[in-house]
């Protein structure tokens, strides 16, 4: 083995070893992620370059509408705002980080395309979505699975960042290396109308 594939091996194990340890923080009896108990996945920034490549692969246009649920830091629909010019809000239970989409949105000069609201993405209403992306646990991505369902119309566009939808095959899988030699994997359903308990 090389020097080079050994350091892949160690960014893929990193990598792994990372999000295992934040579910089973997650899931301790103490929950030791300062977060609100409603929330379905701790604050993990998504890199740029994967961002670009959900919005790629949902083929995000100016004519959409992007939710994205677990905003974060709002980078997914600003990102779309920028490139595409298509509208987006961005849903987060976490006062602090809807305070910091809208600067970022600001600092962006998007912020008459996107809207940030505090809320909890159990509660949420997608149904203007034409795009939803995510990147929360495969956990909470099946509790959200009825709701986006119900709610979106047919051909709407779903894309998730690492984790799946339980029993919902997605409709395309895409994996690659990021710069930093890390495999990531994104999911695509799109939508057919069935309703997915």
Known sequence: MTGEERQ????????????LVTVLILAGPNNLVAQDATSLAPFVPTPQEVVDRMLELAEVSENDIVYDIGCGDGRIVITAAER????GVGIDIDPQRI???????EKAGVSHLVEFIQQDALTVNVSDA???????????NVKLRPILTSQLEPGARIVSHAFSMGTWEADHTERFEDASGTTRTLYLWKHDGTVRP
Do not use: I, P
Request: charged share 15%.
């Open 8 to 19: 892949k091996v160690r960014c893929q194990v990193f990598s792994a070893l990372f999000m």
């Open 84 to 87: 595409y010019g298509s509208r």
């Open 99 to 105: 305070a910091e989409s809208r600067a970022n949105a």
């Open 130 to 140: 034409t795009v939803v992306t995510l990147y929360l646990l495969s956990s909470s």
